[in-house]
């Protein structure tokens, strides 16, 4: 797929790619930022959507400022693609996974089903890991707990440090 995208598009998607503005008509806010009316920046962001260039917008909890202070990634050992799958449905079902990913399996590392869990201790961690254990059929798995974090950040596009 080749891009067209002119100035006003990337100063847009610079824009998209920062916070929303915390006012009541945000579209039109970034719009006033890059010379477009709301209604511009409604229609390209749409059309963005529509072709597949933006594939979807997210928002980022900082989850322990409220109150979300242990997190576990959990590998899983599935035997077989359609044991992974399902498992995968059904985790990806349980509010306080907020990641559900199948990745290849390693002569070292037979897990290939991995889940973050959130919640606001450990032992809640514990609860959930038995619940999703009885509900997938599924019993080996290693929980690696988060100590610190570092960096925590979504990919910008067209930076202003590149000159684009």
């Not at 080749?2 to 847009?12: A, R, T």
């Amino acid at each position: 797929m080749s891009l067209n995208l002119n100035e006003q598009d990337k100063k847009l998607i610079r824009s998209l790619q920062e916070e929303l503005p915390l006012v009541s008509r945000p579209y039109e806010e970034l719009g006033r930022r890059v010379g477009l009316s709301e209604q511009d920046v409604l229609k390209r962001v749409s059309s963005w959507v529509d072709s597949g260039i933006i594939r979807r917008f997210g928002a980022t909890v900082r989850h322990q400022r409220v109150g979300y202070s242990a997190n576990c990634m959990v590998v899983w050992k599935a035997d077989g693609d359609e044991a992974a799958d399902t498992a995968g449905e059904i985790f990806a079902g349980f509010s306080e996974v907020t990641h559900c990913y199948r990745r290849p399996k390693f002569e070292d590392w037979p897990y290939t089903l991995y889940t973050m869990i959130h919640s606001t201790s450990e032992q809640g961690i514990e609860q959930t890991l038995d619940s999703m254990k009885l509900a997938s059929g599924l019993t080996e798995c290693r929980g690696l707990f988060s100590v610190k974090e570092w960096k925590k950040t979504s990919m910008k596009y067209f930076s202003e440090q590149e000159g684009q």
